[in-house]
């Protein structure tokens, strides 16, 4: 089967990052800012693995545990969910690139060392962001210590992820090979086969399904890690994000990175390569308190705002093929090749393909996912049926047209929400117009039996 790349990039714009706005502060609250509490839940799609490095056996193989609280509860640092996060923020705001390197050595299988070098990254490095009233849009919430006499302090702070619902599974299990990154290959790395030529992007990992294949047998686990301990796929975390003086533009990204559409994922903790850590965050908007500006002082009647959750922006394209869940539909084996003295010497194209024609000087451009056809079935008119009662996670909506790629549901508000339709649970028979379904937080949709 086609090989397809464990991991892609997105593209660097030119001119950017725009470094024009000052840092705000955090002595008063600005008038039209939001500020408050987000209670979320992190549930995890997949295997996910949170490792504890403070515990190590003294054997030949390391063998990690899942890392936990003073009270033992299972836990997911908030400094893990922050970087995560960070990340996608950076890439929709074409901010910095915060670990960046263009230069240096990169360690081969067996320890060996070869050099690279690409192209300088300019206005990218995050040194750029050394004046606290020129910051890129992604340092100005999340802050910056580049400079050391005037750092900037993040406007946004994550709790650690509590386990609350499932069990880790308990079973020592030997990983297949996780190596370090490989800069050097730059048929991979850089935007042609070329050395000191320009970097490819900011580097994602894809989603590799439910039921990756993470693990090998003892006997074939010479250059593994080990872990003792898992979560499993329907386990669910609880944490908090407290935001402070975002104004709304920062706000309507904030909350996009951090609660992705469904049909679209997250990565974190230790595997993503093979398929581990996929996981999708969810918003209880019920549990979560936002205010506007000095509305905070007021009356609690006054000062709660009930609109902040219509704020969430759509996914730039260009990271919807990174980020999508069903990637495992394309046709080819997403991972490492076994024989990695076989590596392909070839770029890789924008759904993560390995093809000898792939420009060198940009990505094969993304499929364009907005359908301009004809839809396969309309509906005339809105359900008989009256909306089901959904939970705090959920939201109403009759399917009102069906497109190839594409489902058109309405609310019970009225607005009108595309999805992808593979992201729809079941079969394609269940997939009826007139018909109401329950959308499931950032995962899927879902139908409603009567």
């Given amino acids: 089967m086609t090989q397809i790349n464990p991991y892609n990039f997105v593209l660097l714009q030119p001119d950017k990052p725009v470094r024009s706005e000052g840092y705000p502060g ?25 490792i504890d490095q403070r515990k190590r056996n ?98 946004v702070r994550f709790s650690d992820a509590v386990l609350k619902q499932g069990g880790l599974i308990e079973k020592r299990t030997y990983l297949k090979v996780l190596s370090n990154p490989k800069p050097h290959h730059h048929a991979t790395y850089g935007k ?16 590799h399904g439910k039921s990756p294949k993470f693990s090998v047998n003892e006997h074939n686990a010479r250059y593994s890690i080990a872990i003792e301990e898992y979560a499993k796929i329907g386990n669910k975390f609880e944490f908090e994000v407290y935001v402070e003086n975002l104004d709304e533009e920062e706000f309507k990204n904030f909350i996009l990175a951090l609660e992705l559409h469904e049909g679209f994922g997250h990565k974190i903790g230790l595997g993503k390569a093979i398929g581990l850590g996929s996981c999708c965050i969810t918003v209880n908007r019920d549990q979560s308190s936002i205010t506007i500006g000095s509305g905070r002082y007021k009356k609690w009647e006054a000062a709660a705002d009930t609109t902040w959750y219509s704020l969430k922006k759509e996914l730039p394209d260009a990271l919807k093929e990174v980020l999508r869940l069903n990637k495992e539909d394309d046709a080819g084996v997403i991972g490492y090749p076994p024989d990695f003295n076989n590596y392909p010497n070839q770029p890789i194209d924008a759904k993560g393909f390995f093809r000898e024609d792939t420009k060198t000087d940009e990505q094969a451009p993304l499929p364009n996912t907005a359908n301009t056809g004809e839809p396969i079935s309309v509906a005339t008119e809105p359900p008989k049926e009256s909306a089901p009662k959904v939970g705090q996670e959920q939201e109403a909506a009759w399917l009102k047209k069906i497109y190839a790629d594409e489902l058109v549901f309405v609310n019970t508000q009225g607005k009108e929400i595309v999805r992808p339709r593979q992201a729809c649970q079941g079969k394609k028979k269940l997939q009826e117009v007139e018909k109401w379904f329950v959308l499931w937080g950032t995962t899927a949709s879902k139908r409603v039996l009567y």
């Fill in 58 to 155: 003294k054997e030949k193989i390391n063998f990690f545990n899942f890392l936990k609280n003073y009270q033992h509860d299972p836990i997911i640092q908030g400094s893990s969910l922050k970087g995560m996060i960070r990340s996608i923020y950076e890439a929709i705001t074409d901010s910095c690139m915060t670990l960046a390197c263009t230069c240096g050595q990169s360690i081969k299988r067996r320890g060996n060392k070869i050099k690279y070098e690409y192209q300088d990254i300019g206005n990218y490095h995050n040194n750029k962001c050394s004046d606290i009233m020129a910051l890129c849009p992604a340092c100005r919430i999340f802050g910056t210590i580049n400079n050391d006499d005037r750092p900037c302090q993040g406007r």
């Fill in 192 to 207: 042609g086969k070329h050395p000191k030529g320009l970097i490819s992007g900011r580097k994602f990992y894809y989603h």
């Fill in 26 to 50: 955090r002595l008063q609250f600005h008038e039209n800012s939001y500020s408050g509490m987000l209670k979320c839940t992190l549930k995890a799609l997949g295997p996910l693995i949170s």
